[in-house]
Structure formats: C-alpha cells, structure tokens
C-alpha cells in the first residue's frame, strides 16, 4: 500500500508531509513523557523486523494479486502507540530514500495510511480493550484478525480519499473503492495471523509486555534474549525468505489495474513530481531492492534486506536513545 507520487497531487502531498510532521513530533513528545525503559531496546529490532517482513508479498488465492504485511498493529502492541507510530514512519523513510519504494511526495501520506489507522485507531479502541488482562490463545488470535482488518480498511480508503481530492481522473471514488476494499479485507486476514503470532511469541516469553496489568508470570527470555530473537529472524526474512515473495501485483497495483487497466501510472515530467522523481534517483542506492541494471535478483534482494534492516535498526535505534536521553 506504498502510494507512489503519480497517484497524489503537490497540494495533497505537502498537506500530509505536514500532518506527518506534527504526529511525529506529538509522539516524540509522549513517548519522552511515557517512555518505558525496558522496551527502548526493542524499536529499532522490531523496526527492522517489519522492514524485513514488508519485503515479503503473500500471494491472495483466486485474485491474482498480492500483499505484504504492514506491521503497524504489530508495533503498536509491543511498543506502545507512540513508539510504534515513530518506528512505522521511519521503515517507511528508509524505503522511500534508499530503495525507492513508495514516493517522497506521498511519504506523508503512506506514513499517515499505515501508521495512524493501526497505531492510534485499531490499537487503542479496538485491540486493547478487547484483549484483556490475560489473553488466552483465542482470544489473541480473534482481536489480532479484527484489528488488522479494520486497519488495513481504513488505510485503503486513506489512499482511495488522497487520490480523489488529487484530482486523479483514472481512479474514479466509487470503481477504485469497489476495488481496494475487498483486496485489503484478505490481506488484512494475513495481517491478523502474523500478529496473533509475535504478539503470542512475546507474551509466552514476556508477559509483562503483553498484559495490561501487572503480569504475575515469571518471564520465559531476558530482554536481550527476545531482541536477539526478533534480530536473526528479521536477517533471516530480509536475507532469504525475501526470495520467494509473490510476483503478483500488490493490492493497490491489482485495484489500479482493475479500475485504470495499468498497475502504475505516469508522473508529470516537469515540476514538483519530477524534481522528487531525480532526487530519489540519487538517494536510492537498491531500487527496487535490487541493485541497478537488475543483474542477480537474489543476491540483491539479499543485500536489500540485509541493508535495509540495518540502516532501519541505526535510525529507530538512534531516536529511540535520543529520546532516553532527553528524558533522562
């Protein structure tokens, strides 16, 4: 659901790199206020697990379409909304910057798609008054699948509104809502599924990351135990797994082509559209997750990951202790 900037116009582009900007700053400001000491060491790991595990795109049965897993609910569960919102933007940056994968003109608006519905909608008034205290099995699994649903619905229809009030006449409201709505409602399946699975790793291992009251369980791993853990399988996805995604459109590329017959559309050759366009040309230094020219697919879809994952875990890390310290 990475928007790229021929789907949004400079005026909707710019509107959202400033909403951006100020949930940013607010999150920065509560997570300094909040800031939960033990859970610092897990954003830049879990940033660069979701990295790693949005380079994986899931084949949707019968559509011929794909998708991959946003992970704002993910990060939102573990890490708190405000952290988790900070982490999503900032795998979202690295992917625009250096990899090339969703504009710089829709950066805000893919920040505000797959970060707010998730971290401030699904998270606080839907997954975490659902849970419980002590979450059985179940119970994880059912709220894990609501909430991603409702999140990955709401982000679509963000992308389906950004591109109306862009004035993109190939994307009429009423034939391209038809269209990503129902793509995004199996994706979000999927989504759910993931979810339910870390959180239930977590919680078996840390319950006291999990529980909404003081947890009575013993912790099954240390700290540096669950973060070395979410460490090598985030190198190991972006490294390997990263191999066999999906060759199939994903869900907005598949509705684009219901709606307008074309998976991308072009940008303006002159203007804003095209200035960002040879910036992010400059900047991307693995298009694509690839290296340029295209020459060995696996081995730079490896170095992507690997990369990637990297640069995420120096980011996240990096805000996350700068803000421990401005607390302290």
Known sequence: MHMADALISPAVGATFWVASAAALAYSAKKLKER???NRIPLMGVLAA???AAQM???TIPGTGSSGH???GLILAILLGPWAGFLSMASVLTVQALFFADGGLLALGCNIINLGVPTCFIAYPLIYRPLIGSRPSANRTLIVSLFAAIVGLQLGAFGVV????FSGISELPFSTFLLAMQPIHFGIGIVEGLVTAAVVSFVYKARPDFICTTEATQTPALTIKQVTVTLLAVALFTGAFVSWFASEYP???EWSMAKV???EELESPEHGI???LAALQAKTAILPDYGFKGGEDSKAGTSTSGVIGGFLTLVVVGGIALLLRRKKA
């Open 273 to 275: 559209h095209a200035g």
């Open 161 to 164: 509104l950004e591109t109306t």
């Open 260 to 262: 307008s017959g074309r």
């Open 69 to 71: 897993l946003g992970g």
């Open 49 to 51: 697990f979701i990295f």
């Open 56 to 58: 994986i795109n899931f």
């Open 250 to 252: 994903d869900g907005l």
């Open 35 to 37: 800031s939960e000491e």
